[in-house]
């Protein structure tokens, strides 16, 4: 059925987490700990599009495009024959400029997107742009009619209110685009069970679904975990799964209760490390 | 003949294309850092103290040379509400000066001489 197409991410046991994939034309979240695979994961996709004649923009407001180039040749993708071939584009901007040139027709984002006719687009990491938006007097709303519209804020949530129509307004730009995309977002802590969970600007809330992954701890060894905690207009697997990354990129495992490595150890232990990493206080 | 080898000082014996590119386009070490960097980072759409930042470089120094390269056709200034970004501009003939200029930066030898022309100026 033509409405239930997919956006795949190339990522197997991913995919059927979502359901067959991303909706098109969505925005949508990655959230973990350093080094967990927010970036790779994003890649993947990003490769995965262009592979299937898609092509795609990576947007990254702090590591170098030549990072991607390296991280992605050690899992065999060649971004620069990519690029060459009009599939892809890394770019390197700021926050601000984003925001704004975003705003006006026919800015240099706008441009390239349709010059490409790109359909996947992968911001890594949207916590530069949280942060800038939150400091930065630039990058003020276009206009302030959105905020009239949707009526006055609380006295003391003013602030929080504006960076939300921001992020609000940048999402908004990039599904005008006809894009579908993949934002990561950092948390701080490594465990589940740790304080410093932040909302920022309710980006959970805008979104249209949102993953997150997580470092586990089962019998003193560290794995990583995957779950699907929202995803609008789509039914999704609600299991934990685990996952690696091995030269091929991220491989989603079965749901954990049917590894074999459970079978031979203590699963309700081992059950409650997972629960426990992926409930919030 | 000696009079020869005592004068084989630098920047004489450099190609004289790339003495050309070094004489109109890199007259100092941040124009030689920024041609450099958006040659590997050929998609850079930023302003200067966003890339500044990536170069770890003074704001200003950077404006400078921006403005600079922009002069000479290497880039394009965007105007981005009050803001100034740039851009790699789309020019083949000058993209193959540059990565000529980066392929011979490679060479410890060419490094040498085209430092030498720089610090003589
Ligand atoms: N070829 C490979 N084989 C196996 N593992 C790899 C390979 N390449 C990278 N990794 C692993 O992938 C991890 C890097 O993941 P990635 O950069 O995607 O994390 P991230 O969540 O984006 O981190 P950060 O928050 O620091 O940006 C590394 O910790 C490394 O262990
Ligand atoms: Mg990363």
Known sequence: MSYDTRIQTGITGFDTMLGGGYLPNTTNLIEGPPGCGKSTLGMQFIYHGAQQGEPGIILTFEALPETYYQMAAAFGWDFRRLEQEGLLKVIITSPEVTQIDLEHANGVLEHTIAQMDAKRILIDSVTHYESAMAHSPNAAPKSKVSLMARGTPAPGASEKFVERDRLYSFLNALKRQGMTTLLTRETTFLFGDEEGFSGGAGIHFIVDSYTMLRYVEIMSAVRRAIIVLKMRGSAHDSAIRQFEIDARGLVVMAPFEGQEGLMSGTPKRMAASFIKAFVRK | ?121
């Open chain 2, 1 to 121: 003949m000696k009079m020869h080898t005592l004068n084989t000082r630098v920047p004489q014996d450099l190609d004289p294309d790339l003495l050309d590119f070094l004489t109109t386009y890199v007259d100092s070490f941040i124009k030689w850092e920024l041609l450099l960097f958006f040659h590997q980072n050929p998609n850079t759409f930023d302003t200067a103290e966003g890339i500044a930042r990536y170069l770890g470089r003074d704001k200003e120094d950077v404006q400078d040379a921006l403005s600079f390269l922009k002069a000479h056709g290497l880039l394009d200034e965007v105007v981005v509400g009050n803001m100034l970004a740039y851009v790699l501009k789309p020019n083949a003939e000058l993209q193959d000066k540059v990565q000529k200029f980066t392929e011979a930066t490679n060479d410890r030898e060419f490094r040498r001489k085209a430092v030498y022309h720089l610090i003589r100026k």
